[in-house]
């Protein structure tokens, strides 16, 4: 089945280090986003990407970074730099096109602590 | 300024009655997309449904109907005799047709449907 795969469901974090949050699509899909959600509030945009090779920032990129080198991967890094970083992370992608917004697709999540 | 608005932070009801979740948004935009998503405890949003600004009919889905009012920028969801499965949290987003990649999120709706 199509669909958008995250991995770790769940991940902790040590005080200095970088984690990787994977998200994978089969959707063929050619943008893919990535959220953060804290308890009690709306999703916010950390990054997103509308084609290969290519991503912006979004409302809190502080702290994190991303690649794209393939269609179907969008792995998020959180850095030592994010001094916040416990959260649930949603990965999402949807279809390009510019005259029709489509709905974004979601990912299971992955809930971030820090040991 | 706060794109979209959901007041209700939390309902319960109990199970068969229905129930209203208010969303409320703001835009410049004339031509813009409407979304509801469901989040259950796993995590995942599921997308519900897309509206479009030039479409004001209301939709029935099953037990699920959307009220649109461009008159009061309101974009209301309705649940007919709720459900145990109906309870999660609820968000609505809108999308600008000149910015198709950006989600605007409401801060979500908790619904608690009690036996």
């Known amino acids: 089945d199509g669909g958008i795969t995250q991995s770790p469901k769940y991940l902790f974090r040590k005080e200095g280090q970088n984690v990787t949050l994977s998200c994978e699509q089969n959707l063929n899909h050619d943008a893919m986003y990535w959220y953060r959600q804290d308890p009690g509030q709306g999703l916010r945009l950390i990054y997103y990407s509308q084609i290969v090779n290519d991503f912006q920032k979004g409302d809190i990129a502080e702290g994190y970074s991303v690649s794209r080198e393939k269609k179907e991967s969008f792995p998020l890094t959180v850095t030592s730099a994010q001094k916040n970083p416990t959260a649930f992370y949603l990965c999402?992608?949807?279809?390009?096109?510019?005259?029709?917004?489509?709905?974004?697709?979601f990912g299971d999540g992955t809930r971030l602590s820090i040991l | 300024a706060q794109k979209v608005t959901q007041a209700q932070t939390e309902i319960s009801v109990v199970e068969k009655e229905d129930v209203t979740l208010d969303c409320v948004y703001e835009?410049?935009?004339?031509?813009?997309?409407l979304f509801w998503y469901k989040q259950p405890p796993s995590g995942e949003l599921v997308f519900l449904i897309r509206r479009n600004s030039f479409d004001e009919q209301n939709e029935i889905s099953g037990r699920y109907s959307w009220n649109f009012q461009k008159s009061t920028s309101s974009f209301n969801f309705t649940i007919t005799a709720s459900q145990v499965v109906d309870s999660a949290v609820y968000f609505c987003a809108l999308s600008e047709a000149f910015n198709f990649n950006k989600f605007y999120f409401g801060s979500g709706t908790k619904l608690n449907v009690k036996p």
């Open positions: 999402a992608s949807s279809s390009r096109t510019e005259f029709s917004n489509q709905p974004q697709h």
């Open positions: 835009t410049r935009d004339t031509t813009y997309y």
